[in-house]
């Protein structure tokens, strides 16, 4: 099979993916990593993830069972994406893993004001609000913006992490 796709040049490469159970899957935003590979870092070492679903979007991949989305730019992870509650953006299951601030995993299916997201999250660099969303801004040192997005009850939709290489 992985031979007919390669002579028929089959623009899929994670189809021969398998997904490791046995990995915990986590969004470190200390570190700006899932699973302890980095933002920025090769887009094959996310591997483990099992194979995934182009999406609609030019450059993103779909891990759709487990909540998953990365955007593979030149090669590289130039964002990720996690989603807590269905997102209309997305193809994607509730985030089946943990997601870690400050050490500690963030309890995020408890929030529902902006004011918890700050105290977990931090203060933002800037805010964008509309009647369907709150979008949350964070510069991460370097080359890293983290967006927090929510729901217009203020629960947490997304969290995305966009690497500037």
């Known amino acids: 099979m992985k031979l007919l796709r390669d002579l028929l040049g089959s623009r899929n490469a994670t189809l021969d993916w398998v997904r490791d159970p046995a990995r915990p899957l986590v969004l470190d935003l200390d570190t700006n990593s899932l699973s302890g590979v980095p933002l920025g870092g090769p887009f094959e070492s996310l591997e483990f993830l099992g194979p995934a679903t182009k999406s609609k979007h030019s450059q993103l991949w779909e891990f759709s069972s487990i909540g998953v989305a990365a955007e593979d730019e030149d090669g590289r992870i130039g964002s990720l994406f996690v989603v807590?509650?269905?997102?209309?953006?997305?193809?994607?299951?509730?985030?089946?893993?943990?997601?870690?601030?400050?050490?500690?995993?963030?309890?995020?299916?408890?929030?529902?004001?902006?004011?918890?997201?700050?105290?977990?999250?931090?203060?933002?660099?800037?805010?964008?609000?509309?009647?369907?969303?709150?979008?949350?801004?964070?510069?991460?040192?370097?080359?890293?913006?983290?967006?927090?997005?929510?729901?217009?009850?203020?629960?947490?939709?997304?969290?995305?992490?966009?690497?500037?290489?």
């Open 84 to 165: 807590p509650l269905p997102d209309e953006n997305f193809n994607l299951e509730p985030f089946t893993g943990d997601i870690v601030v400050n050490g500690r995993p963030a309890s995020i299916s408890r929030i529902s004001r902006v004011e918890d997201v700050i105290q977990t999250f931090g203060e933002p660099a800037s805010r964008d609000e509309d009647s369907d969303e709150t979008v949350l801004f964070y510069e991460v040192e370097g080359r890293v913006e983290r967006e927090i997005e929510l729901t217009p009850d203020s629960r947490v939709k997304t969290v995305a992490l966009h690497w500037y290489g």
